[in-house]
C-alpha cells in the first residue's frame, strides 16, 4: 500500500459572496444556451481548443482517482465514413426491430432516425471510452471503481468546455457500440461510452422546441 502524501491546496476560486453569485448566473446563462444539436458543418475546429478541452474533462473526479477515460478524437474523413457506416447499420436495427414502440415513441419529438450524416460531416468525432478494467501487457487484470460515473462526470465536463469554449455538441449512443473499438483499434477493457460529436453547427440548423425542467422541479432544499 501507498503511503498518502498531502500537500497544501490554494482555493484560488475564493471570493466574496457577491462576486460568487455574480459568477454563477453568468455561468448558468452561458450553459443554459447549450442545445444539443444533429447538423454540422464541416468547419474546422483548431487542435488546440479540442486539447483544452479534452485536458477539462481530464479534471474531473474519479473513482480511486483512477482516471478511468481515454478519449479518441477522430478527424480523418476515412474513420468518420466507417464509423457512419457502422453506427447506421446498428441504428436501422434500433429504428426498424430494437427499440420498443414506448421507445421510439418517448424520443419522436426529437425527430431523429437511422441516418446520421453528422457522423462525417462534423469536424470532430470525440469517441468517449470507460476502462472497465485494467490491463497490463501480460494480461493481468486490475479493478476499476466506479467506472461509468467517473466517465459520466468527464464527460459531462467535455460538454461544458466545448460549450464554453463556443463549440456545439451531441451525445450520440449507437447501440451497441463495440464496432468503435475495432474501428479505432482500442484494447477491449475499454468499453465505448459515447461519441460526442462536436463542431460548429450549421447554418440555419433548428433544434426541437423542448423546455428544461424548472428548479423546483429538479431540486429540493430541506
Ligand atoms: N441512438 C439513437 C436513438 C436515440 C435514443 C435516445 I434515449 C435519444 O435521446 C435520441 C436518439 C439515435 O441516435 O438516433
Redesign the pocket.
Known amino acids: 500500500m501507498t503511503k498518502p502524501e498531502f500537500i497544501p491546496y490554494k482555493h484560488t476560486r475564493h471570493a466574496s459572496d457577491d462576486e460568487m453569485l455574480n459568477r454563477s448566473k453568468t455561468f448558468y446563462d452561458i450553459m443554459n444556451t447549450r442545445r444539443?444539436i444533429r447538423q454540422f458543418s464541416d468547419q474546422v475546429v483548431p487542435r488546440k481548443i479540442v486539447e483544452h478541452c479534452l485536458m477539462t474533462a481530464g479534471t474531473a473526479p474519479s473513482g480511486a482517482n483512477q482516471q478511468p477515460w481515454k478519449f479518441v478524437v477522430v478527424s480523418d474523413s476515412k474513420a468518420k465514413a466507417q464509423i457512419r457506416a457502422s453506427?447506421e447499420k446498428?441504428?436501422q436495427e434500433?429504428?426498424s426491430h430494437r427499440?420498443s414502440d414506448e421507445?421510439l415513441d418517448?424520443?419522436s419529438h426529437?425527430g431523429?432516425?437511422?441516418s446520421?450524416p453528422f457522423l462525417e460531416t462534423a469536424p470532430i468525432l470525440i469517441v468517449v471510452f470507460e476502462e472497465k478494467y485494467g490491463l497490463d501487457e501480460v494480461g493481468n487484470k486490475s479493478k476499476r471503481y466506479y467506472p461509468t460515473e467517473s466517465v459520466g462526470l468527464a464527460t459531462g465536463l467535455l460538454i461544458t468546455a466545448l460549450h464554453h469554449a463556443g463549440l456545439a455538441s451531441l451525445?450520440?449512443?449507437?447501440?451497441p457500440m463495440a464496432f468503435l473499438n475495432n474501428v479505432l483499434d482500442v484494447p477491449i477493457n475499454y468499453k465505448p461510452f459515447l461519441i460526442l460529436v462536436a463542431g460548429h453547427p450549421a447554418p440555419d440548423m433548428t433544434v426541437p422546441n423542448i423546455k428544461r425542467k424548472t428548479l423546483s422541479e429538479i431540486a429540493e432544499f430541506r
Open positions: 444539443t453506427a446498428e441504428e434500433f429504428y427499440a421507445w418517448s424520443i426529437l431523429t432516425n437511422a446520421k451525445t450520440h449512443t449507437p447501440s
